[in-house]
């Protein structure tokens, strides 16, 4: 009696493994979600730029800084000695790491203060949990950036 060969699977057959997979890479991915942020984060307000070109502070309008509410902030940017940046151009962006989504609102910065400060207006943070923001600084020594973490 001759060996038959194994009947080739079907590609309908397959599909089952769709939803598997699928429920599988989402579960993965919940659970990244739920993981606290990391126990060595530096959480200081203040940073040197990638580069070294500034330093920036952001100066939340409120400690702690709320959940779920539209906020504006003030940034100070420096020079390494220390004296003020004057008319530079920044911008914010940021998001949570662990979700992989950035912020639900977009934050522009609406008023150069005056010393080296800037108003940022449009930040929001609509759940707890870790979050960064990217200051970007643009100004005559160059461009750079920092990256805060915040844990809310």
Known sequence: MPKSSPAPTSPLRLLWLLPVLLI??????????LQPPPSDLDL????????GLYIG???PSASPIPVGQIQTWTVAVTLPDGRPLEHADLSIDGGMPQHGHGLPTEPQVTGDLGGGRYRVEGLKFNMPGWW????????A????????NLSL
Not at 132 to 139: D, E, F, G, Y
């Open 141 to 148: 020594a160059g461009t750079d950036s920092a990256t805060f």
């Open 24 to 33: 599988g890479v989402g579960g993965f991915k919940v659970a990244a979600m």
């Open 57 to 59: 502070t952001l100066e």
């Open 132 to 139: 960064t923001i990217k200051l970007s600084v643009s100004a």
């Open 44 to 51: 200081s307000l203040t940073q040197a730029t990638e580069q």
